[in-house]
């Protein structure tokens, strides 16, 4: 009776069987590949070395050598979706050469290629396949004819070693390399913002406060001129003037306000917030139980994430009430909003609640949103908890809700 798995799902083989099913067939044609695909990479591989290191004395020898080195990890590549493909063994992808890197040139490239761990992984891979590739070949290309009733267990055993040396060999090199590849997406991310902040600020005091300024300037230049023909005329326009002068001053207050807020630097989050929750279109309560301030890094990242969200509820939560609850569990900062409005929020709603993800991301931080249709909504957002006078932030911890004072 032929017994057939499921496809896997995971990093899991399939489980045992005793007959010719469909995934006994994958891994025999693997095996009866492996030869031709070891000898490729074996030319492939000895060749690269022979010109690269044979003429590294020369000009040309490195950039060849770098060259080859970017070919092998191609041909790692080929040999993880080949595992992928008819093994079922997942193998995550490694991060691209260079990616914590900002040089630009060709040194730089070529230096990179040359100390790539994965490609040299690649290249011992390379090395030891042609022996396992001539072994598995001749055992199972015998078995088809002499140990065909026992060729499922065979085939199996030796399916089980390919795994093995595929995640030995062509994994991500370990857990740095991954968190390397995340610091430098989420540093994308961070430069993004400020560029797009900076854009902001100018934009905000090239159509605020400096055509204001401008105004200013000609009206009072005008004021001058018939300070001596019309007094009078000229009192009105200096008066109007005033007025403006305030006028830009609350522009300038405003604009100082969303780099960040005096507020927060003189007395912290529980005023800060209080002073942001007292212009939300809906009543909005306040608690902030901490027992210290955290770094101003840190408390200036949770002060604007209450602010977008707050914002959010006044725009499109149709609430009558919101909360505002911030706490510390162990080494992370808490915050949780909470409204009674329409529901249905989502990160990927538009409402700037992915920017906002993206941003908390950057800094090891979390958002959760919980906005079932007809609500209530409730955003908790997680930041790591750094006291002032730290430069690096812990990481870890479990979102959760603030417990009841």
């Not at 070529?110 to 100390?115: D, K, N, R, T, V």
């Not at 609350?250 to 005096?262: C, M, N, S």
């Not at 942001?276 to 101003?296: G, N, Y």
Request: aromatic letters at 6%.
């Amino acid at each position: 009776m032929t017994m057939s798995p499921p496809v896997p799902d995971n990093d899991r083989p399939p489980p045992a069987r005793f007959a010719f099913d469909r995934w006994t067939w994958k891994e025999i044609g693997y095996l009866l590949a492996n030869l031709p695909m070891a000898v490729a990479g074996f030319v492939y591989t000895v060749f690269m070395l022979s010109v690269g290191v044979g003429l590294a004395v020369t000009v040309i020898g490195l950039p060849l050598l770098a060259v080859g080195l970017r070919g092998a990890r191609l041909l790692g590549k080929a040999e993880r979706g080949r595992a992928r493909g008819m093994l079922g063994v997942r193998i995550d992808e490694p991060s691209p050469v260079g990616l914590a890197r900002r040089e630009r040139g060709f040194l730089p490239w070529m230096w990179a290629s040359i100390s790539d761990p994965v490609a040299w992984r690649a290249v011992l891979y390379s090395f030891i396949r042609l022996p396992w590739g001539v072994l598995t070949f001749t055992v199972t290309f015998v078995g088809l004819f002499v140990l065909w009733p026992v060729l499922p267990h065979v085939a199996r055993l030796l399916a089980h070693a390919d795994r093995a040396m595929a995640r030995g060999l062509l994994s991500p090199s370990d857990e740095l390399e991954r968190r390397i590849a995340e610091l430098e997406s989420d540093r994308g991310v961070v430069v993004d913002t400020a560029a797009a902040d900076l854009r902001r600020i100018e934009r905000d005091l090239h159509d605020g406060a400096q055509a204001r300024l401008v105004a200013l300037a000609m009206d009072l230049g005008l004021a001058k001129e018939k300070l001596a023909q019309d007094p009078e005329a000229a009192a009105r326009m200096v008066d109007e003037a005033h007025g403006e002068v305030k006028v830009v001053l609350q522009e300038l207050r405003d604009l100082a306000r969303g780099i960040h807020p005096a507020v927060l630097t003189d007395r912290g989050l529980d005023a800060a917030l209080s002073a942001i929750a007292s212009r939300c279109t809906v009543p909005v309560t306040v608690t902030v139980d901490l027992p210290t301030r955290p770094a101003e890094a840190i408390e200036g990242i949770a002060y604007f994430t209450v602010s977008e969200l707050l914002q959010n509820v006044s725009k499109h939560a149709r609430a009558t009430h919101a909360s505002v609850d911030v706490w510390r569990t162990a080494d992370r900062l808490m915050l949780q909003v909470t409204d009674d409005g329409q529901g249905g929020a989502r990160i990927d709603a538009g409402t700037g609640m992915a920017g906002l993800a993206e941003r908390l991301d950057a800094v090891d931080g979390v958002l959760v949103v919980d906005s079932p249709q007809s609500g209530p909504t409730t955003v908790t957002a997680e930041l790591p908890w750094r006291d002032r006078g730290t430069k690096e932030p812990s990481r870890g911890g479990a979102v959760g809700r603030p417990q009841s004072p």
